[in-house]
T-cell receptor, first 114, second 113 residues
Framework: GEDVEQSLFLSVREGDSSVINCTYT??????LYWYKQEPGAGLQLLTY?????DMKQDQRLTVLLNKKDKHLSLRIADTQTGDSAIYFC??????????????FGRGTSLIVHP | NAGVTQTPKFQVLKTGQSMTLQCAQD?????MSWYRQDPGMGLRLIHY???????DQGEVPNGYNVSRSTTEDFPLRLLSAAPSQTSVYFC????????????FGPGTRLTVT
């Protein structure tokens, strides 16, 4: 099946930028997402990018997409301790029957220390 | 709006027991889905529904049943629980598929002994 890969851990100092990377294999991906999961909670959508875009900026978040290399990144500027969480990359592609099946990465644990 | 609610929050079952995990949303979303999250793994889709009366299998459907008799509710049934079903289960809903934001419930932590 299709695959989404992420590094498992990232540690940054408060105030620095964080960059979380993701690679995927499905060339028919239409949307790519970044979700945030805080302890004991469900996933919360942070941002998404359509596959024909190469960049999207939303306040402190910048998403870069390299479709040729199937590489997605999430940059968080001025990282704060409240950004400590697990970040999931996900992609969605059309499946048989016209439905869309999402595939999630394993998640990157971001630890922000003072 | 309460959003997506799930009950119970925690459950312990013995092997072979059955139970139903409840999920409800009050946002009039057509699309609902169930995922399981295992340690060190991403979410895997169990079953999904594109509207009342319509359900379909996801990536890991074996051992689970779903039904969608109303737009609001999407229960997940474990027919005969197995230790391999120990996991955290998330229900999600959205207006549709694709670019629509999925709203996740808080999860149900299930342990099967």
């Amino acid at each position: 099946g299709e695959d989404v890969e992420q590094s498992l851990f990232l540690s940054v100092r408060e105030g620095d930028s964080s960059v979380i990377n993701c690679t995927y294999t499905d060339s028919s991906s239409t949307y790519l997402y970044w979700y945030k999961q805080e302890p004991g909670a469900g996933l919360q959508l942070l941002t998404y990018i359509f596959s024909n875009m190469d960049m999207k900026q939303d306040q402190r978040l910048t998403v870069l997409l390299n479709k040729k290399d199937k590489h997605l990144s999430l940059r968080i500027a001025d990282t704060q301790t409240g950004d400590s969480a697990i970040y999931f990359c996900a992609e969605i592609a059309p499946a048989s029957g016209g439905s869309y099946i999402p595939t999630f990465g394993r998640g990157t644990s971001l630890i922000v220390h003072p | 709006n309460a959003g997506v609610t799930q009950t119970p929050k925690f459950q312990v079952l013995k092997t072979g027991q059955s139970m139903t995990l409840q999920c409800a949303q009050d946002m009039n979303h057509e699309y609902m889905s169930w995922y399981r999250q295992d340690p060190g793994m991403g979410l895997r889709l169990i079953h999904y529904s594109v509207g009342a009366g319509i359900t379909d299998q996801g990536e890991v459907p074996n051992g689970y049943n779903v039904s969608r008799s109303t737009t609001e509710d999407f229960p997940l049934r474990l027919l005969s629980a197995a230790p391999s079903q120990t996991s955290v289960y998330f229900c999600a809903s959205s207006l549709g598929q694709g670019e629509y934001e999925q709203y996740f419930g808080p999860g149900t932590r299930l342990t099967v002994t």
